[in-house]
């Protein structure tokens, strides 16, 4: 009993394990995966509350209210709806027992600790989520400059001499094909499977 009080004053009982792949099964997050929609898991951190899912579709945790309680509470945060961005990994020093990678998911802050002798592999997690990070801000400027360009061709258009009967058909072709483009660059820009990223850092 004493042992747990002075782990849990040190924090030392949510001093996270990356667990090897064949036993995701055996963890709660496993069962919430959407492997109907070929949803994989890459990387998966737990600890005595808490179990972090790295999957190629979304991250998941698995929030434990407590050590002690078996009530959980399951948040998802797919990458098409929510920006990583903030990614940082902090090594361990002399005698310090974990590592930390910290990131933000949206406005959610997450600061996971991880035992010391588990770096390597961290790293790559680290570097999985920093390109994840990189290429949804770049995603982000394009779609942007797309939408901006094409308020800019309205706005021109809407300013022209352009002839009163002819206005409204050009307007109208100019909107479908304003639609239409987008959609495409939306498609092209808006990643929302990251596996490739994953594979290329984690199972390489």
């Not at 849990?8 to 996270?16: F, H, Q």
């Not at 434990?64 to 990583?84: D, F, H, V, W």
């Not at 002798?117 to 942007?144: A, F, G, P, V």
Request: overall charge negative; glycine content about 4%.
């Amino acid at each position: 009993m004493f042992k747990k009080i002075a782990s849990d004053a040190l924090g030392l009982s949510d001093i996270g394990t990356i667990i090897h792949t064949k036993d995701y099964d055996k963890t709660d997050a496993d069962d919430y995966i959407m492997h109907e929609d070929d949803e994989k898991i890459y990387f998966l951190i737990k600890t005595k509350m808490d179990e972090y899912c790295f999957t190629n579709l979304a991250i998941v945790h698995v929030d434990g209210e407590s050590a002690i309680s078996s009530k959980r509470t399951l948040k998802r945060y797919p990458y098409s709806q929510y920006i990583i961005s903030d990614v940082f990994l902090e090594t361990a020093g002399k005698i310090d027992l974990d590592v930390e990678i910290k990131f933000k998911v949206g406005k959610e802050q997450f600061d996971i600790d991880v035992k010391k002798d588990q770096i390597e592999q961290l790293k790559d997690l680290y570097k999985s989520l920093l390109r994840i990070s990189e290429i949804t801000h770049e995603n982000k400027i394009y779609i942007d400059m797309a939408s901006q360009s094409l308020d800019k061709a309205v706005s021109i258009l809407q300013n022209s001499r352009t002839d009163d009967n002819k206005l409204a058909d050009t307007y109208r072709d100019l909107t479908d094909f304003g639609f239409t483009w987008l959609t495409s660059v939306r498609e092209q820009y808006h990643t929302k499977d990251f596996g490739e990223i994953y594979e290329k850092y984690i199972n390489n």
